[in-house]
T-cell receptor, first 114, second 117 residues
Framework: DTEVTQTPKHLVMGMTNKKSLKCEQH?????MYWYKQKAKKPPELMFV???????INESVPSRFSPECPNSSLLNLHLHALQPEDSALYLC?????????????FGQGTRLTVV | AQSVTQLDSQVPVFEEAPVELRCNYS??????LFWYVQYPNQGLQLLLK??????LVKGINGFEAEFNKSQTSFHLRKPSVHISDTAEYFC???????????????FGTGTLLAVQP
């Protein structure tokens, strides 16, 4: 199984709502990532979890709150977002270290903030 | 610091013609390079990767790329494209994060391959 599964595929939320994005992988990867991708742009790294611990926060606003409940799951909690946060949110996973550092991406969640 | 440059934002090509998508990198450490494809409203799929060894790398869907250290390039090629190859293509370099084992992908700005009948 080389899949990274993200839910939901589409999400529309108001600026006062609280919602969560979910990501799951069963490849035994110990590094998991959240990327944000705006239209016509490359993905930009938001967070990195390594062995279920947050290792990197790329100066992301606190209205985005990541969580890694176990080695297979990664969540992104959203609260009080702004319209400019509308984007495709991609989850990825990879092995830690070594020569094989291929990252596997999910299909993404298309988020629209109204 | 590592970086990736994709000079062509869009490459139009006719079906069954060959294509080359250009990628140049800058890196002060060992280089690990990747090409990803993104179809409309989809995530990213790995086409191929260069980690070490042979400089000619073959990937999925008939794509191949050649790592050229002297020219710091990793161009993607396909001898005959299909309509279904229309997508955004991203070149990426792996970069270690803050000296640790964790790494991140640094992406180029992408090239839209537009295959016309």
């Amino acid at each position: 199984d080389t899949e990274v599964t993200q839910t939901p595929k589409h999400l529309v939320m108001g600026m006062t709502n609280k919602k969560s994005l979910k990501c799951e992988q069963h490849m035994g990867h110990r590094a998991m990532y959240w990327y944000k991708q705006k239209a016509k742009k490359p993905p930009e790294l938001m967070f990195v979890y390594s062995y279920e611990k947050l290792s990197i926060n790329e100066s992301v606003p606190s209205r985005f709150s990541p969580e890694c409940p176990n080695s297979s799951l990664l969540n992104l909690h959203l609260h009080a977002l702004q319209p400019e946060d509308s984007a495709l949110y991609l989850c990825a996973s990879s092995q830690e270290g070594g020569a094989n550092t291929e990252a596997f991406f999910g299909q993404g969640t298309r988020l629209t903030v109204v | 610091a590592q970086s990736v440059t994709q000079l062509d934002s869009q490459v139009p090509v006719f079906e069954e013609a060959p294509v080359e998508l250009r990628c140049n990198y800058s890196s002060s450490v060992s280089v690990y390079l990747f090409w990803y494809v993104q179809y409309p409203n989809q995530g990213l799929q790995l086409l191929l990767k260069y980690l070490s060894g042979s400089t000619l790398v073959k990937g999925i869907n008939g794509f191949e790329a050649e790592f050229n250290k002297s020219q710091t390039s990793f161009h993607l090629r396909k001898p005959s494209v299909h309509i279904s190859d229309t997508a955004e293509y991203f070149c990426a370099v792996r970069a270690p994060l803050y000296g640790g084992a964790t790494n991140k992908l640094i992406f180029g700005t992408g090239t839209l391959l537009a295959v016309q009948p």
